[in-house]
């Protein structure tokens, strides 16, 4: 990630698809909200617009959309 041309960080993605999507994987106990500010994170550092949060911790499968700009 750079700032003003110069790097300030690193960061690797879960996944990447087609250079539009990036898919976040977890398998936690519980997703908490630092979870989604991590995608929406890599959503602004690579100007991505759309997230998908995947978790596989819980007694089923859990996913939820975010986006770089805000839709309700």
């Known amino acids: 990630?750079?700032?003003?041309?110069?790097l300030v960080g690193e960061f690797i993605t879960d996944l990447i698809v087609n250079g539009r999507l990036i898919v976040e994987l977890k398998a936690v106990q519980t997703l908490t909200a630092i979870h989604e500010v991590q995608l929406v994170n890599?959503?602004?550092?690579?100007?991505?617009?759309?997230?998908?949060?995947?978790?596989f911790g819980a007694d089923r499968l859990e996913f939820k959309k975010k986006f770089r700009i805000y839709k309700p």
């Open 42 to 55: 890599y959503l602004t550092a690579t100007k991505m617009d759309k997230g998908l949060l995947l978790h």
């Open 1 to 6: 990630m750079c700032y003003r041309k110069r």
